[in-house]
């Protein structure tokens, strides 16, 4: 089976910050989602920092792709960290995107909502 698995986890009252957690087993080639729930600032680090995807974010969608075409191998790890600000009680993750080789949409799940309070 080739969907992703992927989880909101590991939040951090104080820092205001909570991960996207990935288990893919498909390579990886671009990664797009709304996080309804807080005012996105920025991500940080994880796998799309690794293997140098050119990542941007609006104050509720998150983008991110390789110039190069590198792709994301096999595996498990943190997407990307998330900072955010001016949060509700919980954070979702919605019309999430996986793109493969070629663009090809790749499937996944839907994680729980991450309580915030």
Known sequence: M???????????????TFEIYMINTTEVAGFQCDLPGVEIKGSNGGLLQEHGYNTKNSVSRILSFSMEAKMIPVGTGVLAEINYENASNEVCMTEIIFAGLGGSKLDN?????????
């Not at 080739?2 to 205001?16: A, E, M, P, S």
């Open 2 to 16: 080739n969907k992703k698995n992927v989880q909101l986890r590991n939040h951090d009252t104080t820092g205001r």
């Open 109 to 117: 799940d839907i994680p729980e909502c991450l309580k915030l309070n």
